[in-house]
């Protein structure tokens, strides 16, 4: 990792509070000295993802990936060191220099600023098409659509050529064929020719987070097949982690963010005064639009038709929004079949409110359950008090469940304390299973590999502590350690790369040792590392801790020792007298020693 000096890391991980940055993506609580929440890299229903702004990294029990902010950051973006140094950088305002990297890397890394650099050409050659007299097409399905012309500027709305016009300026500028073809708005055919891939098209720029064009979608103005076409993923597009419309509704502060299903439906809505809106461009939502929406808001409104056919597939994206901590509604509109057309009808205003009346998941799943049964019938009825206390049973916050109690008991007229007792039963049951299950794994550790496995459970734990002492406390212990306890005498092979390392930093004189996670390339031995870190040894005098963990190892060097001569005198036929004699000595002596140390 020499691609920036280490004061300039060191800089920006100290402007970058680990917490502070998980919290943009983790619903966090503090417990202790840690935060805790659910893992965005697996899929839990309790938290076991822990953050330590002591140390300033974060680690997952259940998964066992861990690390610091970088890694976290590049974890989570899908992106590489470099460019989470960039995002980190940019989040705490501090300046980079432009910097060599290895050749490959300056090669990728240069091929993305050229393809970022064609769909900005791109782009805004669409764009001054779309006013070209010979794009009257293009024109006048905006003029039907009432799209103004600022609207336009805003979203960048283009039209695109009608052969090979994008293909001859980008070449014009000087772009070479290969980075062309890695935009994929060109394409070579059979003839070797290149053509535009989007011809005769209305165009939307699709823009990342930070304003720059990322990928495009295209619509036709006639009848044919298939009405939109889009980007294909490439070096800087990859498809659900992006929201249409997110970097304009982003110019203002926003605590609800409307998510709607395409295109048109955010720029009308955009243009009619609801700025808050984006679109997830596919139906299903994705974890990583779930974190760019939980990111720029505190309240996600869903106003797309979730009762359609793909609802399961609907709620299933909800629930994903919701574990991450976003606070989730359904918009129920009425007298219009999407947001579009429900804001040319009836204007804003009238949006707004139904915004603000947007229902809660849980209710929107208990409107749903309710539509297949007739709650006249006594069958139906226990059938549905059952799922409704099934999804309660889900609802952490007491507040917020009897809310929804005494809703559902006015609008279905059931009984409270019936939908009480049905919600007890569950969680009755539940806590039962808990009990047993807690008994069985009293112990949460980091997650162990193939050639750990063989290893035991304690001695594990004994070389976790070590690497632990040697980075948390290294001007009392690394001494002691060092001369007492050699790599040679650690089994488990990440540990022994680990120490290594560790005894070579400190030998250095380099003291910063905190920071050794950065030293570390491999990813297995980052979330190992971060494992010990995020570990509670519960030390409470550390020179006895040092000491103990020393003695401990002395008495499995002599147990080794003792048993190794036993074996020798399991038979005496190949030994002599005399060494029979001394090995006899010697195995009394290393007796009485292990019979002090007890
Ligand atoms: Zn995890």
């Known amino acids: 990792m020499v691609r920036y000096s ?70 989570i973006e899908n992106i590489g060191f470099r460019d989470s140094v960039e995002i980190l950088a940019n989040r705490a305002n501090v300046a980079l220099p432009t910097t060599s990297t290895s050749e490959e890397e300056d090669k990728l890394y240069y091929m993305r600023s050229r393809v970022h650099e064609i769909n900005k050409i791109a782009a805004m050659f669409y764009h001054k098409n779309l006013y070209n007299p010979t794009s009257k097409m293009a024109q006048e399905y905006v003029k039907k659509r009432k799209l103004d012309n600022n609207t336009l500027k805003t979203f960048l709305i283009g039209y695109s050529g009608t052969f090979n016009e994008l293909y001859k300026l980008l070449k014009q500028e000087g772009f070479k064929e290969e980075e062309i073809l890695a935009s994929g708005l060109v394409n070579k055919n059979q003839n070797g020719e290149f053509i535009d891939r989007f011809r005769k098209r209305l ?130 509109i009425e007298g ?15 949006l707004k409110k139904y915004m603000d009346n947007a229902i809660s998941l849980v209710e929107f799943k208990i409107k749903n359950l309710k539509k297949d049964l007739n709650l006249d019938v006594a ?125 070579e930093e400190l030998e250095k004189g380099n003291s910063n040792i905190v920071n050794i996670l950065d030293i570390f390339q491999d990813e297995d031995i980052v979330n190992h590392l971060s494992g010990i870190m995020a570990t509670d040894f519960e030390i409470t005098e550390v020179a006895k801790c040092i000491d103990d963990v020393i003695s401990n190892y002395e008495k499995d060097k002599l147990i080794t020792k003792r048993n190794d001569i036993i074996k020798k005198l399991e038979d005496t036929n190949k030994l002599t007298q005399d060494e029979v004699a001394n090995l006899e000595r010697e195995l009394s002596e290393l007796i009485i020693k292990l019979a002090r140390m007890k």
């Open 6 to 75: 280490d004061e300039l890391i060191e800089e920006i991980r100290n402007r970058n509070d680990i917490v502070d940055v998980i919290s943009g993506y983790v619903a966090l609580k503090r417990s202790g000295r840690s935060f805790f929440g659910l893992c965005p890299f697996h899929n839990e229903k309790s938290p076991s993802f822990a953050v330590s702004p002591d140390k300033q990294i974060f680690h997952c029990f259940g998964c066992g990936v861990g690390g610091n902010v970088f890694h976290f950051v590049s974890k």
């Open 379 to 503: 069958n139906d009825k226990i059938k549905f008090l059952t799922e409704i206390a099934k999804e309660l049973a889900k609802v952490k916050n007491s507040i917020e469940k009897e809310v929804y109690i005494d809703k559902i008991a006015l609008d279905y007229k059931i009984s409270k304390e019936a939908i009480y007792a049905e919600i007890n039963k569950i969680i009755y049951t539940k806590n039962n299973n808990n009990k047993l299950l807690e008994k069985k794994n009293v112990v949460i550790k980091p997650k162990i590999n193939d050639d750990q496995e063989k290893i035991s459970d304690s001695i594990l734990k004994r070389e976790n502590l070590v690497i632990y002492l040697l980075i948390n406390y290294p001007d009392v212990s690394y001494k002691k350690l060092k001369e007492n306890i050699g790599v040679e005498d650690i089994k488990a092979q990440k540990n022994k790369q680990i120490l290594q390392k560790l005894y």
């Open 336 to 350: 219009a079949k999407d947001p579009d057309e429900f804001i040319i009808k009836y204007g804003p205003d009238r």
């Open 203 to 332: 165009m939307f720029p699709i823009q990342d987070e930070r304003g720059r064009v990322i990928a495009f979608g295209g619509r036709v103005l006639d009848d044919s097949k298939p009405k939109y076409i889009n980007s294909s993923e490439n070096i800087v597009y990859s498809k659900g982690r992006h929201l249409y419309g997110l970097y304009a509704a982003k110019k203002i502060p926003q605590k609800k963010m409307l998510i709607v299903e395409g295109y048109m439906d955010t720029i009308s809505l955009h243009q009619r005064g609801i700025t808050n809106v984006v679109a997830s461009l596919g139906t299903a939502m994705t974890e990583a639009q779930g974190r760019l929406l939980r990111k720029s808001s505190e309240q996600v409104i869903v106003g797309y038709d979730a009762d359609g056919a793909g609802q399961a597939a609907t709620i299933r994206g909800l629930e994903i929004l919701q574990n991450l901590g976003c606070d989730v509604r359904i918009l129920q």
